[in-house]
């Protein structure tokens, strides 16, 4: 029954995952747009406020200067009976005119510094107790002349996102107990003859522990008793067959070795000595055995995942949309109010509603300052005056009964005319799509994330132990009795496991025991006979050595988790630095705040060449347990910080760190995997990592807005820690002789510059990693965020169309490899990536619009993505081949160094020409690099016929 | 008879003699002398003006001379504020304070007072009538004042946001009154950076060199068949005092009026103004005077300060009669009045 809680288990825990970290991530992102909307709501009066000062400050007088400043800010309030204050505050920060006497004298600290920090001159601030929205007011020449703000408590704020969190809880527990309930009877069917099959191999246990003997071998199965075994029958019946075999090789040696069963089972002392205790590293085949449940799983849990994903955001977009419908008409509302408002008042001064001069204009003002307003119109019967487009479509939200605002105006107590507001359904239902989309990206996190933990649980809890099991038993079914396993758990495929690891003991003990007494030299019969022993049982005096098994999934989740981690604070990262201290106010503002960035990308050029001399000398786990000090130290540093200083050094320390743990783990995967799934491990390497990559950029926004900048520090330090912890427990971690390793460690010493005479490897390092290198920091990371800026899109949109990017990459990495491993050469799949890159690129600049843009980054994803792993993959084939002298780590080493630093100058380079020729002509640049290096890496590849060689050699 | 004689000297004796002690008992109970001197009376700067010494707690004795737009009497009011030994002199409007005061180079001449700490109001201009060097340092160690005007840069801008097509300006001025010929001046400097044509007509002098009140109309019907679009009034007592003339004929020939005093709005028939209280322009002086009188700081060391809250109103009776009505924008920040 092991095998259905097991499963059970996972499955439950990935579910949990999804349905919790979408919770989280939806019930932030819905805090969040809450909040941005009541400010938004909140700024139109902001805004007619200022437009009253704005006139003043038109007209030469300082804002201070006005005489019932008190007045106007007072007809704001009124609009709104929950407005605490309203009030301006000059450059320095002291309040100069307040509706509420009784305030502070200067504006609060967080709302200065969001001022400060505003690049337009509308912006909005959340205290712990209080709502700001704010508006700058410029002069002529552009100086901040005064501020006005309009405050507002949260306590309706606070109320809504609790009642809208705790629905959000409640469902996704509902969700929880359904569809865990639904794993557990989907399992019961699907798993029912794989429970048959344990049972079967508990009674072999039981039957192998009381005997003792082969004169107490279970009856082979019956027909039918097989048949209920379903997918595990063969498995099963193979494993039965090897364990007869090894219990018959097991009591051959005992009988050899004179082990009577009245001697003691225990091991001599002495042969405990942990130091010569060897592990072995195997690169692992699956078994047929675990690739069998895995297969069986997979899909099953694949769908539970996007299953509880899809339900829960259906169910969670519903909640949104009842915060939100409210909050977007009422901002209706009260522009409706406020133009109202200032109609009535020329029209109570005494100017005829027929002769309102300047109405127009101001109606014209106000559709550009409010988008979604597409027409203001005011009737006294028929319309009089307007301004904007009546909207001739029918369909309106469906909310409201009509698409009309109508507003009564007002002349000594009778109703002398109104005002007609419509406000732009399609504006609106952008407003939705975008809702939607962050939703989506929410749940595409989750689903990354869960998928991670799935494929870590189903490794750990459910595959290795077959896979010990099946690798023991077959060893001991040849005589092989020289290894053991760590099985500890309670059922029976690790008691078999660990029965069978224990026998291995003790023939080892018997055998030291034997070899104890006999001498050096001694050539007796016995001696030979116990040399003769030794070798049909491979035993040993000491003791057999641990298998431990290293898999790619081993560092899936750290991977994961790390890449989450670095990429979190990107998002708000220039922000942070410009608000912090800067004692550098000797350099341009625009250069300080770049300079943590220039400190990351060199630490990371600089740690490269290490990665492969130090992961030989510490071993893979200790590195990356090494590498992931630093990583949580400068994060930590990062939330302590204060000034720009600190965090340019806590900046650069974790891209030392991070580029360290990377490379580990890719050390790892090449080390642990055979040739022939290189490509595809690299695929799945890249893909793991962008998958991160993805989530940290998609997050950092929204946590950093609702948990503030600091404390996304500590998330990240978190999250490395955790990776940390995952690896100190997953990952295998004695040294030992590499078993498929076959190449050696090279020079601890590795000049880069070595192994650039073999033309293929300088072509494919000045031909193919660097220009992608380039794509990535100086397209991707710079290009395209400022020339979407220019082209007019929002932050948002500029923030998707990066993510889809590495979208990509997690998603085609992996599949790509997967599809070509084994049929095509890595060489000719990273040329067809760089070529889709490159005419993608210039596609995008030829295009020149937003959705231009889009695609090219969508097809040099996909790109980037077929171009990373195999890259690496020629690499290794030619320190294997051309540059075997030099060994796989200068190799390595100078690959990875390089294509760093010549991807910070082309990030430099193409900075240059962005700024002097524009943008367009920099991203066909860099297009047009890519394919120039592709042409060049065909070209030494025509030359010396390597592809051929290459694919032999790969097939050997 | 020589009993009679004798009866009408004792009781002039008597008389002469009492009211200086009067005088003298007050000045003892008093800690200061404050000596004021009014052009047209006391009105509402003097208003504010006490109000604040009264507020604040300045043991002073007021004396109040109104020279009724007769420049002849200052100098008799020099002597006497000499006599009285007043602690600080206050003059209102430029007239006054150029002959209390004098100009920068009537410095040292015993005519003008340099001795006693002098705070003038309601000078329109006193940097070109030659009275201060600089809002920011007097130049002179007894003498610092208020400002209460807004640029008149501001007041054009006004007027054009009011009227956006506004070319042409029209002012009256009358030549009795420096700061009347100095303010024309300023305006002619600005038409050609702001753009606009003026058109300034003088005020006829009578034969006692003042203007005459029946001149103002005549002036008016020239200004429209000028094709004016905006009066301004500059700076001119002469046109505050028969403001309702003024105003009401402007309207007559269907140009608006804006106004650099707020009473030619709320009170008469003017259009526009952007202007200070008069009261908040006493309060003012009220201040300077106990920073020199109480916290013991030099005149000459203050700088003028300037009255910091200025309404821009609008007449809407006015408005109505000329059909030009203010637009949305503006009423948001003005304040209108019937």
């Not at chain 1, 000034?643 to 642990?672: H, K, M, P």
């Given at each position: 029954?092991?095998?259905?809680?097991?499963?059970?288990?996972?499955?439950?825990?990935?579910?949990?995952?999804?349905?919790?970290v979408l919770a989280l991530l939806s019930s932030l992102q819905h805090n969040a747009l809450y909040?941005?909307?009541?400010?938004?709501?909140?700024?139109?009066?902001?805004?007619?406020?200022?437009?009253?000062?704005?006139?003043?400050?038109?007209?030469?007088?300082?804002?201070?200067?006005?005489?019932?400043?008190?007045?106007?800010?007072?007809?704001?309030?009124?609009?709104?009976?929950?407005?605490?204050?309203?009030?301006?505050?000059?450059?320095?920060?002291?309040?100069?005119?307040?509706?509420?006497?009784?305030?502070?004298?200067?504006?609060?600290?967080?709302?200065?510094?969001?001022?400060?920090?505003?690049?337009?001159?509308?912006?909005?601030?959340?205290?712990?107790?209080?709502?700001?929205?704010?508006?700058?007011?410029?002069?002529?020449?552009?100086?901040?002349?005064?501020?006005?703000?309009?405050?507002?408590?949260?306590?309706?704020?606070?109320?809504?996102?609790?009642?809208?969190?705790?629905?959000?809880?409640?469902?996704?527990?509902?969700?929880?107990?359904?569809?865990?309930?639904?794993?557990?009877?989907?399992?019961?069917?699907?798993?029912?003859?794989?429970?048959?099959?344990?049972?079967?191999?508990?009674?072999?246990?039981?039957?192998?522990?009381?005997?003792?003997?082969?004169?107490?071998?279970?009856?082979?199965?019956?027909?039918?008793?097989?048949?209920?075994?379903?997918?595990?029958?063969?498995?099963?019946?193979?494993?039965?067959?090897?364990?007869?075999?090894?219990?018959?090789?097991?009591?051959?040696?005992?009988?050899?070795?004179?082990?009577?069963?009245?001697?003691?089972?225990?091991?001599?002392?002495?042969?405990?000595?942990?130091?010569?205790?060897?592990?072995?590293?195997?690169?692992?085949?699956?078994?047929?055995?675990?690739?069998?449940?895995?297969?069986?799983?997979?899909?099953?849990?694949?769908?539970?995942?996007?299953?509880?994903?899809?339900?829960?955001?259906?169910?969670?977009?519903?909640?949104?949309?009842?915060?939100?419908?409210?909050?977007?008409?009422?901002?209706?509302?009260?522009?409706?109010?406020?133009?109202?408002?200032?109609?009535?008042?020329?029209?109570?001064?005494?100017?005829?509603?027929?002769?309102?001069?300047?109405?127009?204009?101001?109606?014209?003002?106000?559709?550009?300052?409010?988008?979604?307003?597409?027409?203001?119109?005011?009737?006294?019967?028929?319309?009089?005056?307007?301004?904007?487009?009546?909207?001739?479509?029918?369909?309106?939200?469906?909310?409201?009964?009509?698409?009309?605002?109508?507003?009564?105006?007002?002349?000594?107590?009778?109703?002398?005319?109104?005002?007609?507001?419509?406000?732009?359904?399609?504006?609106?239902?952008?407003?939705?799509?975008?809702?939607?989309?962050?939703?989506?990206?929410?749940?595409?996190?989750?689903?990354?994330?869960?998928?991670?933990?799935?494929?870590?649980?189903?490794?750990?809890?459910?595959?290795?132990?077959?896979?010990?099991?099946?690798?023991?038993?077959?060893?001991?079914?040849?005589?092989?009795?020289?290894?053991?396993?760590?099985?500890?758990?309670?059922?029976?495929?690790?008691?078999?496991?660990?029965?069978?690891?224990?026998?291995?003991?003790?023939?080892?003990?018997?055998?030291?025991?034997?070899?104890?007494?006999?001498?050096?030299?001694?050539?007796?019969?016995?001696?030979?006979?116990?040399?003769?022993?030794?070798?049909?049982?491979?035993?040993?005096?000491?003791?057999?050595?641990?298998?431990?098994?290293?898999?790619?999934?081993?560092?899936?989740?750290?991977?994961?988790?790390?890449?989450?981690?670095?990429?979190?604070?990107?998002?708000?990262?220039?922000?942070?630095?410009?608000?912090?201290?800067?004692?550098?106010?000797?350099?341009?503002?625009?250069?300080?705040?770049?300079?943590?960035?220039?400190?990351?990308?060199?630490?990371?050029?600089?740690?490269?060449?290490?990665?492969?001399?130090?992961?030989?000398?510490?071993?893979?786990r200790k590195l990356i347990l090494l590498a992931a000090v630093p990583i949580v130290a400068s994060?930590?540093?990062?939330?302590?910080?204060?000034?720009?200083?600190?965090?340019?050094?806590?900046?650069?320390?974790?891209?030392?760190?991070?580029?360290?743990?990377?490379?580990?783990?890719?050390?790892?995967?090449?080390?642990?995997?055979?040739?022939?799934?290189?490509?595809?491990?690299?695929?799945?390497?890249?893909?793991?990592?962008?998958?991160?990559?993805?989530?940290?950029?998609?997050?950092?926004?929204?946590?950093?807005?609702?948990?503030?900048?600091?404390?996304?520090?500590?998330?990240?330090?978190?999250?490395?820690?955790?990776?940390?912890?995952?690896?100190?427990?997953?990952?295998?971690?004695?040294?030992?002789?590499?078993?498929?390793?076959?190449?050696?460690?090279?020079?601890?010493?590795?000049?880069?510059?070595?192994?650039?005479?073999?033309?293929?490897?300088?072509?494919?390092?000045?031909?193919?990693?660097?220009?992608?290198?380039?794509?990535?920091?100086?397209?991707?990371?710079?290009?395209?965020?400022?020339?979407?800026?220019?082209?007019?899109?929002?932050?948002?949109?500029?923030?998707?169309?990066?993510?889809?990017?590495?979208?990509?990459?997690?998603?085609?990495?992996?599949?790509?490899?997967?599809?070509?491993?084994?049929?095509?050469?890595?060489?000719?799949?990273?040329?067809?990536?760089?070529?889709?890159?490159?005419?993608?690129?210039?596609?995008?600049?030829?295009?020149?619009?937003?959705?231009?843009?889009?695609?090219?980054?969508?097809?040099?994803?996909?790109?980037?993505?077929?171009?990373?792993?195999?890259?690496?993959?020629?690499?290794?084939?030619?320190?294997?081949?051309?540059?075997?002298?030099?060994?796989?780590?200068?190799?390595?080493?100078?690959?990875?160094?390089?294509?760093?630093?010549?991807?910070?100058?082309?990030?430099?380079?193409?900075?240059?020409?962005?700024?002097?020729?524009?943008?367009?002509?920099?991203?066909?640049?860099?297009?047009?690099?890519?394919?120039?290096?592709?042409?060049?890496?065909?070209?030494?590849?025509?030359?010396?016929?390597?592809?051929?060689?290459?694919?032999?050699?790969?097939?050997? | 008879?020589?009993?009679?004689?004798?009866?009408?000297?004792?009781?002039?004796?008597?008389?002469?003699?009492?009211?200086?002690?009067?005088?003298?008992?007050?000045?003892?109970?008093?800690?200061?002398?404050?000596?004021?001197?009014?052009?047209?009376?006391?009105?509402?700067?003097?208003?504010?003006?006490?109000?604040?010494?009264?507020?604040?707690?300045?043991?002073?004795?007021?004396?109040?001379?109104?020279?009724?737009?007769?420049?002849?009497?200052?100098?008799?009011?020099?002597?006497?504020?000499?006599?009285?030994?007043?602690?600080?002199?206050?003059?209102?409007?430029?007239?006054?304070?150029?002959?209390?005061?004098?100009?920068?180079?009537?410095?040292?001449?015993?005519?003008?007072?340099?001795?006693?700490?002098?705070?003038?109001?309601?000078?329109?201009?006193?940097?070109?009538?030659?009275?201060?060097?600089?809002?920011?340092?007097?130049?002179?160690?007894?003498?610092?004042?208020?400002?209460?005007?807004?640029?008149?840069?501001?007041?054009?801008?006004?007027?054009?946001?009011?009227?956006?097509?506004?070319?042409?300006?029209?002012?009256?001025?009358?030549?009795?009154?420096?700061?009347?010929?100095?303010?024309?001046?300023?305006?002619?400097?600005?038409?050609?950076?702001?753009?606009?044509?003026?058109?300034?007509?003088?005020?006829?002098?009578?034969?006692?060199?003042?203007?005459?009140?029946?001149?103002?109309?005549?002036?008016?019907?020239?200004?429209?068949?000028?094709?004016?679009?905006?009066?301004?009034?500059?700076?001119?007592?002469?046109?505050?005092?028969?403001?309702?003339?003024?105003?009401?004929?402007?309207?007559?020939?269907?140009?608006?009026?804006?106004?650099?005093?707020?009473?030619?709005?709320?009170?008469?028939?003017?259009?526009?103004?952007?202007?200070?209280?008069?009261?908040?322009?006493?309060?003012?002086?009220?201040?300077?005077?106990?920073?020199?009188?109480?916290?013991?700081?030099?005149?000459?060391?203050?700088?003028?300060?300037?009255?910091?809250?200025?309404?821009?109103?609008?007449?809407?009776?006015?408005?109505?009669?000329?059909?030009?009505?203010?637009?949305?924008?503006?009423?948001?920040?003005?304040?209108?009045?019937?």
């Amino acid at each position: 029954m092991f095998i259905l809680w097991r499963s059970w288990i996972t499955f439950t825990a990935i579910i949990a995952t999804v349905l919790i970290v979408l919770a989280l991530l939806s019930s932030l992102q819905h805090n969040a747009l809450y909040s941005d909307l009541i400010r938004q709501r909140l700024s139109v009066v902001a805004q007619t406020t200022a437009d009253s000062f704005k006139s003043v400050v038109n007209l030469g007088l300082p804002i201070s200067m006005v005489r019932n400043a008190r007045q106007i800010l007072e007809r704001g309030q009124q609009t709104d009976t929950r407005i605490t204050a309203i009030y301006t505050f000059n450059p320095s920060g002291i309040i100069v005119h307040t509706t509420d006497p009784n305030g502070p004298k200067n504006a609060p600290d967080e709302v200065i510094l969001a001022q400060s920090l505003a690049e337009t001159s509308e912006w909005s601030v959340e205290s712990e107790s209080e709502l700001f929205s704010g508006i700058s007011i410029n002069n002529a020449a552009g100086t901040t002349v005064g501020n006005i703000v309009v405050v507002y408590p949260k306590e309706e704020f606070s109320a809504r996102t609790t009642a809208v969190v705790k629905h959000i809880a409640s469902i996704t527990l509902g969700l929880l107990v359904i569809f865990s309930s639904a794993a557990f009877l989907l399992l019961r069917l699907r798993l029912s003859g794989a429970i048959h099959g344990l049972a079967r191999l508990n009674s072999l246990f039981d039957n192998m522990r009381s005997g003792n003997g082969s004169n107490h071998q279970p009856a082979p199965m019956k027909d039918e008793e097989a048949v209920k075994l379903g997918f595990l029958r063969s498995d099963i019946e193979t494993i039965e067959a090897r364990l007869q075999q090894a219990t018959e090789d097991y009591e051959s040696a005992r009988n050899r070795l004179g082990i009577t069963d009245a001697e003691p089972d225990f091991l001599s002392p002495g042969s405990e000595d942990s130091d010569s205790l060897s592990t072995v590293m195997t690169s692992v085949p699956e078994t047929s055995l675990a690739r069998l449940i895995a297969g069986k799983l997979m899909p099953w849990a694949g769908l539970l995942i996007v299953g509880s994903a899809v339900v829960l955001g259906m169910l969670t977009i519903g909640t949104v949309r009842n915060s939100i419908e409210p909050e977007i008409s009422n901002r209706t509302a009260l522009m409706g109010t406020v133009i109202n408002n200032n109609i009535q008042l020329a029209v109570s001064a005494g100017v005829p509603l027929e002769n309102l001069v300047g109405a127009e204009q101001y109606f014209g003002s106000f559709l550009l300052e409010f988008p979604e307003v597409a027409y203001i119109g005011v009737a006294t019967g028929r319309i009089i005056l307007e301004a904007g487009k009546r909207e001739d479509s029918i369909y309106g939200p469906s909310h409201s009964s009509k698409d009309l605002v109508a507003y009564p105006i007002k002349s000594d107590g009778e109703q002398i005319g109104y005002i007609i507001i419509d406000v732009d359904s399609g504006y609106i239902a952008r407003e939705f799509e975008s809702v939607l989309l962050d939703l989506a990206v929410v749940a595409l996190v989750a689903i990354l994330l869960a998928f991670e933990v799935l494929v870590v649980m189903m490794s750990v809890s459910l595959t290795a132990p077959f896979n010990r099991l099946q690798h023991l038993v077959t060893l001991q079914a040849t005589g092989d009795f020289s290894k053991r396993v760590e099985a500890s758990g309670k059922h029976a495929v690790d008691r078999i496991g660990a029965m069978l690891s224990r026998r291995a003991d003790l023939l080892h003990a018997a055998f030291t025991r034997a070899s104890a007494t006999i001498l050096p030299g001694d050539s007796s019969e016995q001696s030979r006979s116990l040399e003769e022993i030794e070798g049909r049982f491979s035993l040993s005096t000491q003791r057999p050595k641990l298998m431990l098994f290293s898999y790619l999934n081993d560092i899936r989740l750290p991977l994961f988790l790390v890449a989450a981690a670095d990429e979190l604070p990107l998002a708000f990262f220039p922000l942070f630095t410009r608000a912090a201290n800067n004692p550098l106010s000797w350099l341009d503002l625009g250069v300080v705040i770049s300079l943590p960035l220039a400190g990351y990308l060199l630490a990371i050029m600089a740690g490269s060449p290490y990665a492969r001399p130090l992961a030989d000398r510490f071993g893979h786990r200790k590195l990356i347990l090494l590498a992931a000090v630093p990583i949580v130290a400068s994060h930590v540093g990062l939330y302590l910080s204060s000034n720009v200083i600190e965090i340019i050094l806590f900046r650069t320390l974790s891209g030392f760190g991070y580029a360290i743990f990377t490379l580990a783990c890719q050390d790892y995967v090449l080390d642990i995997v055979p040739k022939d799934q290189r490509t595809r491990s690299l695929g799945i390497y890249s893909g793991v990592l962008f998958a991160g990559v993805f989530c940290g950029a998609a997050m950092g926004g929204v946590l950093a807005d609702r948990l503030g900048m600091d404390t996304v520090f500590l998330v990240s330090a978190g999250l490395v820690l955790i990776s940390g912890l995952l690896v100190y427990r997953l990952m295998p971690g004695r040294r030992g002789p590499l078993i498929a390793a076959d190449d050696q460690a090279g020079q601890a010493t590795a000049s880069i510059w070595a192994p650039l005479r073999s033309h293929r490897f300088s072509t494919l390092v000045f031909g193919i990693a660097i220009p992608a290198n380039v794509l990535m920091q100086a397209f991707i990371s710079y290009l395209v965020a400022l020339y979407l800026n220019q082209l007019g899109a929002s932050a948002a949109d500029t923030g998707r169309t990066l993510m889809v990017f590495f979208l990509m990459i997690a998603l085609m990495g992996p599949a790509t490899a997967r599809v070509t491993d084994g049929r095509f050469d890595p060489a000719l799949v990273s040329i067809l990536g760089a070529i889709i890159s490159g005419v993608s690129l210039l596609l995008g600049a030829a295009w020149g619009t937003q959705l231009g843009l889009f695609v090219a980054v969508l097809f040099a994803g996909i790109g980037h993505g077929m171009v990373r792993g195999p890259q690496v993959s020629v690499a290794m084939s030619i320190a294997e081949t051309d540059l075997a002298h030099l060994g796989s780590n200068a190799v390595l080493g100078s690959l990875r160094t390089l294509e760093r630093g010549g991807s910070i100058a082309g990030l430099i380079l193409i900075a240059l020409i962005g700024s002097n020729l524009g943008y367009p002509v920099a991203i066909g640049v860099v297009g047009v690099w890519c394919l120039a290096g592709v042409t060049a890496f065909i070209g030494s590849i025509a030359l010396s016929g390597g592809s051929k060689t290459l694919r032999e050699k790969q097939q050997s | 008879m020589k009993t009679l004689k004798i009866a009408v000297v004792v009781l002039v004796l008597v008389c002469s003699f009492s009211w200086p002690t009067t005088d003298a008992r007050a000045q003892a109970n008093k800690e200061f002398t404050i000596y004021m001197v009014f052009w047209r009376g006391c009105e509402e700067t003097c208003a504010g003006f006490k109000e604040y010494i009264a507020e604040n707690g300045i043991d002073a004795e007021l004396v109040i001379r109104n020279a009724n737009r007769d420049k002849a009497k200052l100098p008799t009011f020099v002597e006497e504020a000499r006599a009285l030994k007043a602690d600080l002199v206050v003059t209102w409007g430029t007239s006054v304070t150029r002959g209390i005061a004098g100009t920068l180079s009537d410095q040292g001449d015993p005519q003008f007072i340099n001795d006693i700490p002098v705070v003038f109001m309601v000078v329109a201009d006193p940097v070109g009538s030659k009275i201060i060097v600089s809002y920011e340092k007097t130049g002179r160690s007894n003498v610092t004042g208020t400002r209460n005007r807004v640029p008149e840069a501001v007041n054009i801008n006004t007027i054009r946001s009011y009227f956006p097509a506004f070319k042409r300006l029209g002012i009256l001025y009358n030549t009795n009154e420096y700061n009347s010929v100095i303010k024309v001046k300023e305006i002619a400097g600005l038409a050609k950076t702001m753009n606009f044509e003026l058109v300034a007509l003088e005020l006829e002098l009578g034969s006692d060199g003042k203007p005459r009140a029946e001149s103002i109309p005549i002036r008016m019907a020239e200004l429209e068949a000028a094709g004016v679009d905006f009066i301004y009034l500059g700076s001119s007592s002469f046109l505050d005092v028969h403001r309702d003339i003024f105003t009401q004929s402007a309207v007559d020939h269907g140009i608006p009026v804006l106004s650099p005093y707020e009473r030619l709005v709320r009170e008469s028939h003017a259009l526009l103004s952007i202007a200070a209280r008069y009261q908040d322009v006493g309060r003012l002086a009220g201040r300077q005077v106990k920073s020199i009188l109480i916290d013991g700081q030099n005149p000459g060391d203050l700088p003028v300060l300037s009255v910091d809250q200025y309404a821009y109103v609008i007449n809407m009776t006015t408005a109505k009669k000329l059909n030009m009505f203010p637009s949305v924008e503006i009423l948001q920040i003005a304040e209108t009045v019937e």
